[in-house]
């Protein structure tokens, strides 16, 4: 196969995106455009960019060598070479095809989701712009140009948060996440930066890092780790860089689905396991990744519980579940972390997709509490936000349960035993907060009968699929006490940290534990929410409910720390001191010149004075100088 | 003899000056101003300058203290406007400033190289006929100069002095 | 060495001259200071008959002649300006023409 | 006598102007007649650029007695770092009068405008040291028309306060020059000013050549700005037309980068080297200080005029870091962010063409009535924020570099660049462009053709060099190499 | 006797004879301004004419030498600063004559008297006498003097007349103290005897010699209103009638320095260093002393007269560093001072052409909005402005780099950079003018005076030069540029040795 084809897989959403754009413009201020041609250009781009990637996949399977290409020297100074290169190794393209795939379908829901509105071009431009910047980033073959993948994608999220830019509210979340972000994208630049000093002038390629990269001292080492580290806090939404992502579903709900959920927050995910070789030599920044990533599934996981507009949730679920997916690549355990980040994929877009469906057939409404009873009037979304809910509820046979359960059975084997409680801890309380969301939006009383929403079949079909994949997805990871063969440690070799062997009956014990724990928070779920009386007023509050007032705080001290500083240095300090300091000097002249200006009194007898004082001192001078 | 002499005109000089400056009333003033020229017409006739001790008299005591006095007589002028209180302040404030002045003046001319001599003089030294012949061989340009400046000042007078411009 | 004579001729002129000044300074009179700046004439003419007779040259006659040419000149135009003055102010005060004063001091 | 491509370069707008002041047109004809010819001069700039040589030598001299008696001579040349620049600001000119087109403006605007492009592309050019300064300081008299008389609100006194400080500090550096002619003189017993001689002066001592370092390092800094010198910059982009404030920011204080690198680097480069500490200090606190001082303004221009402030600083930091990497980058970056203020500047000049409003609590809801102009602004704004595929991430990246080349800790706290320009520039861009608010947007009218035409070129070839650089950068390789084995001389000197 | 050597005496005489016609015309009423304006002007254009015969190379000629007693001199020097006289006297004459036509207080003798003027100035460059340019100095004062009290029902004239005649007499007799010092130390008034002299007894007692250079130099600081001899000329350029201050401004000041020029470079080349720590100061005190005063000026004669003094302080920049090593400071005065002229004459000339119909006090503020009514003479004031301020592309600048080189060349650091702070000053009050001029809307400002007649053409060929003599010429070959013109001033150095 034809290498070049890589960069295709990025250039056809790209171009997708940008003719999508054009129209959009001529659309709106010139001729309107049939939103068919929009579905229909927009929809291409993520399905061609698929086969491209299975083609890959196919020819890898077969035995083929990773496929690298570049097309040209991107920079080069002093003599060092940045190339713009794709690689189309296994993981990148196992990368590639679950975004793809997952791309298209929320493509084609949104299709569905967006009908009719008034930016529909712009969201699919947005849309089609993500898919490349995304695919870039998977398929960068140097961190640099990852790295333009990396912001491409940050641009697009903030794009698609603020899409209804009318509203501050959501303009003020896409800059929010972006700003979070680039907080995180100066940890990886500093990173970065480090990184080229030390080993990029060898080459700046993956390969060339990796065979290079044992000659660098462990502490920089440990330094460009963190600071990478620091990159992918903010593109995952870990602490303390989470606050970003429950504001951004503002964002119309396929982006939520897509890009908060699916795709981009794993962005830091797969980062990591792309410098696994960095990674591998500083365990110790692993550990500490671990227990970021535990911390953040804890705290994410109780702040859900706490809330109550269904998106919100989801949006803390799914920074609890990458929490889960950095306890995993953290201990070394790549393959396993993706594989969350595989799994999480499916039954996450498939759960906001659902609750995208009942947010449009409920007119809008966010919050679960005004929903209720809604799996007479929506049996289809019912069912698939049943099987998802299991799914991340850790439930086998759905996919979740396979995944989570790996990790936290490789956390158990490196004697990481606090994470491996807190992950179960938090197991149970994500098997709460989701039946409750499920519980609350399904069963119970819908006191409110409201006219309920049409959905379209571009938005099931998708639901149907993704339900699908929640369901089987688990399959291609299965343990080894129930298959001979990991098809994702296969494929993902190099990246499997060495498998751990572990006794099979100690592994069906651990499977019994976790799924004891989901069940038992199913069942407080069950007790609390099932029959929930909505005609109480529901006013939830506290500390957990107002997320411990990290935003407040976030707010307190960088916001307004730095309007203060900002207003104090232009105000006080460059018109108050160094522009007084200019002006006064120049105002003191003229003064001063007004003062001297006395002697221009116009009496003759004062100039003669003057004149003969002037003689005088030539005398005196003289007097002195010749003695 | 002549050192009593010069010793006299020098007094009546200095005396006539210090009168010029210190009298408050014009007249008087010129009147003092008219000794210091005569005593210094004596001076030029001690210096052998016979001629100029006539040009001195003739222009000073002639044309110029008398153009002033006219003048003065002529714009009835009432001295008891001015009142100069602290004119002799004044005064002593220039003389101290003018010390140095003066003494660089007087240590130039004390360290002045010898190149001449006082005392003998040609017999004809300072007449007319010595005068002129130098004049008319030696400063031909300044003497034509002089009769342009006059010129000037005649012109100058008349436009300054002419009581009505243009009818 | 210079002879005493000479010396005493030049200091007199001196002592004029600075007499002179002071006139022209501390007084009001503009008649007055006009024969102030005569008096510094003479005293320059002094010193050059002085240096005349020293020389034994008649330049330096010459040259006090042709200054009382131009002082006479200027008489002219010092007399003619005081009458305009005079007749623009009425007063020889001259600390009285002070229109031309600097405005806009502190 | 032979005119050279550059002597046309410089002073075809300056006869077309005069031609134009003195004929009895109108201001449209002045307009139409001035966008040609500033398509002409960029044309011959293109054709500069292709002819080209990758070495670092000048290029395209031209050698004339001008002054002989004093051995100043007419003396252009072209180098890597001085073409990218000429290219950048015959490129910007014609695109800015596609947006000036519109202005009710008397036809001295577009004669000043033409002039102004004489003086800076005559400094840009100018080897002699004299004519530099002479180009240096004829190119602020059209400016100080176009802001004064077009101006807005205070702006005579913004206009002499410009005038005061920059005249000031180019006369610091005109005495350094002088001296630097003197002590040519008497060490070679000819008088010049070439650079290429200059440069040979050895008999000066240290503490003369570090006064005369400061000379002229002053007159750049105030044009730059670089931190104290920068009040002047606030007041003059606030009260200055459009045409003034796009000149201003997108050219001229570029030429303040320009000039230390052509004039004070080869000329002191132990000086360079002793002082580079200080000034990268001092840019890298400009950046951050500049850039956290434009978030809370409230006037559109001003916020701008911080964001290049602290934009410059970062440029003057990458310069003063000694390596290719540093340089490489400022060179880019002056391009970038000349490009993207000047369109800012632009976009922005359209809206308060339209509005009348340069506050930004004025604005707000302009992207519903307006989306090619959003766009462009968005564009514009991601340039000047550093995204990746944009040029402005490939040189603040390099000046990252070269930054942390010089020192690790200086490079660390100039990555902080990524995180300043964004807070800002999106608060901005949500306040007056994005959301909707109580404000009276309803005279806003989207770009015309025109306009679209030049922005969108303009945005494409931000792009193109962001997704490309390396075409853009090779050219300038060998020049930069050359100014670095002065440095490197410096360290095998000491 | 050779007779030919009268051509070097014709633009003298000529000068003299004009104004003795002129004297006898300005009898007859029939003529007017106009008539006796033109009258002058052909007698000032075959004196320039006469004058130029003898340019462009280095003579020096001590024409009938013997009649004369070698007093008059005429070589390359003398013919440079007539040039600048004659050509002062010509745009004086020529912008003056709408103002003397309009200010219906002058009359006839207006012309004659500037002549007689000119005559003592020119007097003064060409000879090498000092008693005689004693004589010529007061000439030209005292036509001076009555040329600004004129309008004698005019207070401000009258006193403003008188106080110069008093503290200028005061200062003429200086410059006549200090001959009878040099007189008694050298037994001659002659410059070159005297140079004699000096470098004959070098080994001597120079106290007289120094005491009596000392007073003449004193004359020179006044005249050229040097720190701390300048109250006069603030009071008297505002007194005077706008073309006499323009002609004394500029032109009498050209007299000055080329008559103190010939004498320090000829007779005190050695002994100049004994002056050159008190010229230090007072070059800078003149230089700060006019800016303190210019900046905060509302008249705009005030403000250039104050200006005039930081000129001064620049060419005394020059003057200071005249030295034995290279000829580049003296040559810069003789070149600062043509670029002087232009701007200055330019200036106050097109002050007096604006102001001439209404007397107004011109102040920055009736030149409010000034571009929209006369663009083309707002661009011309812009031009002096810049000029004076010193901006490249005017002969100005060329000026200032000239006298800044020269500075530094002698090694007076320091006082470049005091320039350099009073330039940067000047910018302000200069360019004050030139915004009050374009960036305000047309005033109330109607009894402009329009654009016709020869007054603002002779104004525009002024801003012309200006701006050629910044610019020069790299174009065209053998076409006259700046080296022309640094050339002509050398030529004029070179001829004094």
Not at chain 1, 479 to 507: C, M, R
Not at chain 4, 326 to 336: C, D, N, R, S
Not at chain 5, 266 to 279: A, C, G, Y
Not at chain 5, 363 to 383: K, L, N, Q, V
Request: proline share 2%.
């Amino acid at each position: 196969m034809n290498s070049s084809l890589l960069a295709w897989i990025i250039l056809i959403p790209f171009i997708s995106s940008f003719v999508l754009g054009a129209l959009y413009l001529y659309s709106i201020s010139i001729k309107k455009i049939n939103d068919t041609i929009f579905t229909f250009l927009a929809i291409l781009a993520p399905i061609t960019s698929f086969l491209i990637g299975v083609a890959f996949f196919l020819s890898l399977k077969n035995g083929a060598t990773d496929y690298m290409y570049e097309p040209y020297t991107w920079l080069g100074v002093n003599g060092y070479i940045i190339s713009m290169g794709f690689l189309g190794d296994k993981l990148s393209i196992f990368m590639v095809l679950f975004v793809t795939f997952i791309g298209s379908t929320i493509h084609v829901y949104a299709a569905g989701y967006m009908k009719g509105d008034e930016g529909y071009g712009k969201f699919f431009s947005y849309f089609n712009l993500f898919m490349a910047s995304m695919l870039l980033l998977v398929l960068a073959n140097s961190p640099i140009i990852m790295f333009i993948g990396w912001e491409g994608v940050g641009l697009c999220s903030y794009l698609l948060i603020g899409f209804y830019f009318t509203e501050p509210l959501n303009v003020v979340a896409g800059n929010k996440a972006f700003i979070v972000n680039r907080v995180g994208d100066l940890g990886f630049i500093i990173g970065l930066v480090i990184m080229f000093f030390y080993v990029g002038k060898l080459g700046f390629d993956y390969y060339a890092l990796e065979d290079y990269i044992s000659l660098v001292p462990t502490s920089i080492l440990t330094i460009i780790g963190i600071a990478l580290f620091v990159g992918a806090m903010g593109k995952s939404a870990q602490i303390p860089l989470y606050v970003w992502l429950p504001d951004a579903m503002a964002g119309p709900t396929p982006v939520s689905a897509l890009i908060h959920a699916a795709t981009m927050v794993t962005a830091g995910v797969y980062m990591v396991a792309r410098f696994h070789f960095l990674y591998d030599l500083i365990p110790h920044v692993g550990e500490f990744m671990a227990y970021i990533g535990a911390f953040s599934a804890l705290f994410a996981a109780i702040i859900a519980m706490r809330q109550t507009d269904i998106k919100k949730i989801l949006a803390y679920s799914t920074i609890s579940q990458l929490g889960y997916m950095f306890i995993a690549v953290g201990l070394g355990a790549y393959s396993t972390g993706l594989f969350h980040v595989f799994t999480h994929a499916f039954f996450k877009a498939l759960l906001f997709m659902g609750a995208g469906a009942v947010i449009i057939a409920v007119g809008h409404e966010q919050n679960i509490f005004k929903m209720g009873g809604l799996r007479k009037k929506l049996p289809l979304v019912y069912s698939v936000m049943l099987i998802a809910t299991l799914a991340i509820s850790g439930i086998p046979p759905f996919s979740g349960f396979f995944s989570k359960d790996e990790i936290l059975l490789k956390a158990y084997r490196h004697h990481e035993y606090l994470i491996y409680g807190i992950g179960l801890f938090t197991a149970a309380l994500t098997a709460y907060y989701m039946f409750r969301l499920f519980f609350v939006t399904f069963h119970g009383k819908n006191y409110k009968q409201k006219e309920m929403h049409y959905l379209s079949w571009s938005m099931k079909a998708p639901l149907l699929v993704l339900a699908f994949g929640a369901t089987v997805a688990g399959f291609v990871g299965l343990p080894e006490v129930f298959s001979q063969t990991n098809l994702i440690d296969e494929w993902l070799k190099a990246y499997s940290g060495g498998a751990l062997h572990v006794e099979h009956t100690t592994e069906i014990m651990f499977m019994g534990i976790s799924v004891v724990v989901g069940l038992a928070g199913i069942v407080v779920a069950y007790v609390k929410y099932f029959k929930y009386d909505f005609n109480k007023e529901i006013q939830e509050s506290g500390i957990v409910y107002n997320k411990f007032y990290i935003d407040e705080v976030y707010h307190f001290i960088f916001v307004r720390g730095i309007q203060k500083l900002s207003r104090f240095i232009s105000v006080d300090v460059d018109d108050g001191v160094i522009d007084k300091a200019v002006m006064s000097l120049c105002g003191g002249f003229i003064n001063m010149g007004r003062r001297i200006g006395r002697m221009q009194c116009a009496n003759t007898r004062v100039y003669a004075f003057f004149m003969l004082l002037g003689i005088s001192s030539f005398s005196l001078y003289l007097i002195l100088k010749l003695g | 003899m002549i050192d009593t002499i010069f010793l006299i005109l020098s007094l009546f000089a200095l005396a006539g000056a210090i009168g010029m400056i210190t009298l408050s009333n014009t007249m008087h003033s010129a009147l003092s101003f008219l000794v210091t020229v005569f005593a210094i017409a004596g001076l030029y006739a001690l210096l052998n300058a016979s001629f100029l001790f006539m040009v001195q008299i003739i222009i000073y005591a002639g044309a110029i203290i008398a153009l002033l006095l006219f003048i003065v007589m002529f714009l009835n002028i009432k001295e008891d406007k001015l009142k100069e209180p602290n004119r002799y302040n004044i005064m002593l404030v220039v003389a101290i400033i003018l010390a140095p002045v003066d003494y660089l003046l007087f240590q130039a001319f004390l360290k002045m190289p010898h190149i001449g001599d006082f005392s003998t003089t040609l017999d004809n030294f300072g007449d007319v006929k010595m005068l002129g012949n130098e004049l008319f061989k030696g400063w031909l340009v300044p003497f034509e100069a002089i009769s342009v400046l006059l010129l000037v000042a005649l012109i100058g007078s008349i436009v300054l002095a002419r009581k009505k411009e243009r009818e | 060495m210079i002879e005493a004579s000479f010396i005493s001729y030049i200091s007199l002129a001196i002592l004029l001259f600075s007499i002179g000044i002071m006139g022209l300074i501390s007084r009001k009179n503009i008649f007055i200071i006009y024969m102030s700046i005569e008096l510094m004439l003479n005293a320059i003419n002094i010193i050059f008959v002085t240096l005349s007779k020293y020389f034994g040259s008649m330049d330096g006659q010459i040259i006090a002649m042709m200054v009382m040419a131009i002082a006479a000149s200027e008489a002219a135009i010092f007399l003619s300006l005081i009458v305009a003055m005079y007749r623009l102010k009425h007063s020889v005060n001259i600390d009285d023409f002070n229109t031309l004063k600097q405005k806009d001091t502190l | 006598m032979d005119i050279g491509l550059l002597s046309f370069i410089i002073f075809l707008p300056l006869i077309v102007s005069f031609i134009l002041l003195v004929l009895p047109v109108g201001m449209k004809i002045t307009r139409n007649i001035a966008f040609v010819t500033t398509i002409i001069v960029f044309l011959l700039s293109l054709s500069i650029f292709f002819k080209f040589q990758l070495t670092d030598y000048m290029q395209f001299r031209e050698f004339h007695p001008w002054i002989s008696s004093y051995g100043i001579y007419y003396s252009l040349g072209v180098d890597g770092f001085s073409m990218i620049i000429l290219m950048l600001i015959t490129t910007l000119i014609p695109l800015g009068y596609l947006f000036l087109w519109k202005t009710k403006k008397s036809k001295g605007y577009w004669a000043s405008m033409l002039l102004i492009q004489t003086g800076v592309t005559g400094a840009l050019l100018s080897l002699d040291l004299v004519l530099f300064y002479f180009f240096w300081e004829s190119m602020l008299l059209p400016v100080f028309m176009i802001i004064g008389i077009y101006g807005t609100g205070n702006r005579i006194f913004s206009t002499l306060k410009i005038t005061i400080y920059t005249i000031m500090g180019s006369l610091f550096m005109l005495v350094s020059i002088l001296y630097l002619g003197v002590a040519f003189y008497n060490e070679f017993g000819v008088w010049s000013f070439q650079l290429s001689d200059l440069v040979q002066i050895t008999t000066l001592s240290n503490f003369e050549r570090t006064l005369l370092f400061f000379g002229f390092m002053i007159a750049f800094a105030i044009k730059i700005p670089l931190f104290p010198f920068h009040t002047w910059l606030m007041q003059t982009y606030s009260n200055s037309p459009t045409g003034g404030v796009f000149i201003l920011s997108a050219i001229m204080a570029k030429l303040g980068i320009y000039g230390i690198v052509r004039f004070v680097l080869p000329l002191f480069p132990h000086q360079y080297v002793e002082f580079a500490p200080y000034f990268v200090g001092l840019g890298v606190f400009g950046l951050i200080y500049f850039g956290i001082a434009a978030l809370m303004q409230q006037n559109i221009k001003r916020m701008f005029a911080y964001s290049s402030a602290s934009h410059l600083a970062f440029i003057t930091a990458g310069i003063f870091s000694l390596n290719a990497y540093g340089m490489t980058g400022a060179a880019f970056l002056i391009v970038a962010h000349a490009m993207a203020t000047g369109g800012l500047f632009l976009l922005t000049g359209t809206i308060e063409y339209d509005l009348g409003i340069r506050s930004i609590s004025g604005l707000g809801g302009i992207a519903k009535k307006a989306p090619f102009l959003t766009v462009a602004f968005a564009l514009m704004l991601l340039c000047i924020v550093g995204l990746p595929g944009t040029n402005g991430f490939v040189s603040e990246l390099l000046i990252i570099f070269g930054l942390f080349e010089y020192n690790h800790y200086v490079g660390v706290i100039s990555a902080l660049t990524v995180l300043v320009a964004a807070s800002f520039m999106f608060w901005l861009f949500q306040r007056a462009i994005l959301v909707k608010t109580d404000n009276d947007v309803s005279k806003m009218k989207d770009l015309d053709i025109k306009e679209i035409v030049g922005i969108f070129g303009l945005a494409a070839v931000i792009i193109a060099m962001g997704l490309y650089p390396h075409w853009f950068l090779y050219k300038i390789e060998p020049t930069i190499q050359h100014y670095l084995v002065d440095i490197l001389k410096v360290g095998i000197g000491s | 006797m050779r007779y030919s050597e009268i051509v070097y005496l014709l633009p003298l005489l000529t000068i003299a004879l004009g104004a003795v016609v002129l004297m006898v015309l300005s009898t007859i009423k029939k003529l007017d301004i106009k008539k006796l304006s033109w009258i002058t002007l052909a007698f000032l254009l075959i004196a320039f004419g006469l004058n130029a015969l003898n340019f462009g190379y280095i003579y020096s000629v001590l024409p009938f030498s013997h009649t004369l007693s070698s007093m008059i001199v005429t070589d390359t020097f003398a013919g440079y600063f007539s040039s600048i006289i004659i050509a002062g006297g010509i745009v004086t004459v020529l912008v003056g004559s709408h103002y003397f036509d309009k200010s219906n207080m002058l009359r006839g003798e207006v012309f004659s008297l500037l002549l007689f003027s000119l005559f003592g100035m020119m007097l003064l460059v060409e000879t090498d006498e000092l008693f005689t340019s004693f004589i010529a100095l007061e000439i030209a004062s005292i036509s001076l003097y009555v040329l600004i009290g004129f309008q004698k029902n005019s207070e401000q004239r009258v006193e403003g007349s008188f106080r110069y005649l008093i503290l200028g007499s005061v200062s003429s007799i200086m410059l006549l103290l200090g001959t009878a010092l040099l007189y008694g130390a050298t037994k001659s008034t002659n410059i070159v005897q005297i140079a004699k002299y000096i470098s004959a007894h070098s080994s001597m007692d120079m106290t007289l010699v120094i005491t009596g250079g000392t007073l003449i130099l004193i004359t020179f600081l006044f005249k050229v209103a040097a720190f701390p001899f300048q109250n006069w000329s603030m009071d008297v350029y505002e007194a005077a009638p706008l073309p006499i201050t323009a002609f004394m401004a500029s032109t009498f000041k050209v007299a000055i320095f080329g008559f103190i020029l010939r004498f320090v470079l000829i007779d005190f080349q050695e002994l100049k260093n004994i002056w050159s720590d008190i010229l230090f100061y007072i070059a800078i005190l003149t230089m700060l002393y006019g800016s303190f005063m210019a900046v905060f000026q509302k008249s705009l004669t005030r403000m250039l007269a104050s200006s005039s003094i930081v000129h001064t302080g620049y060419l005394l920049i020059a003057f200071v560093s005249i030295n034995s090593i290279g000829e580049s400071a003296a040559t810069s005065i003789i070149f600062y001072l043509i670029a002087y002229f232009l701007s200055s004459m330019g200036a106050f000339g097109m002050l007096s052409y604006i102001a001439s119909d209404d007397q107004l006090r011109v102040t920055y503020e009736d030149f409010r909005g000034f571009a929209h009514i006369r663009p083309y003479m707002a661009a011309m004031m812009s031009i002096f402005m810049l000029s004076l301020a010193g901006i490249p592309s005017t002969i100005g600048f060329i000026g200032k780099f000239y006298i800044f080189i020269g500075a530094i060349e002698a090694g007076y650091t320091t006082l470049a950079l005091v320039g350099i702070l009073a330039t940067f000053v000047s910018v302000y009050y200069y360019f004050k003018l030139i915004a009050l001029m374009y960036f305000y809307p047309s005033s109330e400002m109607t009894n402009v005076p329009s654009l016709k007649g020869i007054p603002p053409l002779i104004i525009a060929v002024m801003a012309l030069l200006i701006v050629w003599g910044g610019i020069g010429n790299t174009l065209i070959s053998y076409f006259p540029g700046i080296d022309f013109l640094i050339d002509t001033a050398k030529f004029a150095y070179q001829s004094l040795f």
